[in-house]
T-cell receptor, first 111, second 114 residues
């Protein structure tokens, strides 16, 4: 069935370093890939998304890359700050339907 | 513009009781989704409405769960009777119609079954 695998499950970096989270999806028909940030006790917040007709998208310190052939997409955060600490979820969907989420990555940025 | 709102924020009930969760989507959003996160695991899909119609209910765990969206505005999710394994955080999300639009999430309802 449809599946999204996300790695790593936990990630600890020093402030100022980069963080990379990787996801792999199983359904080749998936065409929309959002990333959500969830701080403790708060709602998942969309931070960036990418569609299958684009290979890379960047928004300030955050970038996402997509490799359709490998069915793989990644989130890159540069110059990390303590406020980037949260759980990050990748997801995949097709044609405006349900999001299939990865297992989540708990990112800790140490000052 | 108001975001997705959910009520209650937290509900504690005993096994066998009934609970109803409510979601008010962003005004004008035809798509409304219910998701659940159990015990720190991944967020899992439950149900998708397009206006008042159920587009996809493949994620509903069993017939103890009933979702409605009368009139195509707010939605309710009823659990009856609640079981221990139903505990978790229930999220609602909404998006505009027409293709791959971003889904915006509410704060969730934390449901605890004792």
């Amino acid at each position: 069935g449809e599946n999204v695998e996300q790695h790593p499950s936990t990630l600890s970096v020093q402030e100022g370093d980069s963080a990379v989270i990787k996801c792999t999806y199983s359904d080749s028909a998936s065409n929309y890939f959002p990333w959500y940030k969830q701080e403790l006790g708060k709602r998942p917040q969309l931070i960036i998304d990418i569609r299958s007709n684009v290979g890379e998208k960047k928004d300030q310190r955050i970038a996402v890359t997509l490799n359709k052939t490998a069915k793989h997409f990644s989130l890159h955060i540069t110059e990390t700050q303590p406020e980037d600490s949260a759980v990050y979820f990748c997801a995949a969907s097709k044609r405006g339907r349900k999001l299939i989420f990865g297992q989540g990555t708990e990112l800790s940025v140490k000052p | 513009e108001a975001g997705v709102t959910q009520f209650p924020s937290h509900s504690v009930i005993e096994k066998g009781q009934t609970v109803t969760l409510r979601c008010d989507p962003i005004s004008g959003h035809d798509n409304l989704y219910w998701y659940r996160r159990v015990m720190g695991k991944e967020i899992k899909f439950l149900l998708h409405f397009v206006k008042e119609s159920k587009q996809d209910e493949s994620g509903m765990p069993n017939n103890r769960f009933l979702a409605e969206r009368t009139g195509g505005t707010y939605s309710t999710l009823k659990v009856q009777p609640a079981e221990l394994e139903d505990s978790g955080v229930y999220f609602c999300a909404s998006s505009q119609g027409g293709g791959d639009q971003p889904q915006h999430f509410g704060d969730g309802t934390r449901l605890s079954i004792l």
